[in-house]
């Protein structure tokens, strides 16, 4: 059972810059393509930015990349000049195998970490 964990949230200034990371176990990371989503409080989860298997990449938040190190199954999210309205928890999520291209919708991803929360704030 293909498992994520996300890490590197944190408290951060506005213009300031995380990467988050979404390990993944379990499975190889290869299989999956992976994607960012993002849900602020009282809000619906949106998506920030996905990956495909072969590392194509839709961003939909200005500032960010993504990046797959499949080497160490761990896909990256780099954010950059933040805001407060960037405050919200960050989840990655994976698609089945099945499904090589990005996914660009809750709906179409499988399986979920717990999110990491990231707090933008002077």
């Known amino acids: 059972q293909v498992q994520l964990v996300e890490s590197g949230g944190g408290l951060v200034q506005p213009g300031g810059s995380l990467r988050l990371s979404c390990k993944v176990s379990?499975?190889?990371?290869?299989?999956?393509?992976i994607g960012w989503f993002r849900q602020a409080p009282g809000k619906e989860r949106e998506r920030v930015s996905c990956?495909?298997?072969?590392g194509g990449s839709v961003h939909f938040e200005d500032s960010v990349s993504i990046s797959r190190d499949n080497a160490k199954n761990t896909v990256y999210l780099q954010m950059n000049s933040l805001k407060p309205e960037d405050t919200a928890v960050y989840f990655c999520a994976a698609r089945n195998p099945s499904s090589r291209m990005v996914g660009t919708t809750t709906r179409q991803y499988d399986h979920w970490g717990q999110g990491t929360q990231v707090t933008v704030s002077s």
């Open positions: 379990g499975a190889r990371l290869a299989d999956y393509a």
């Open positions: 990956i495909s298997v072969s």
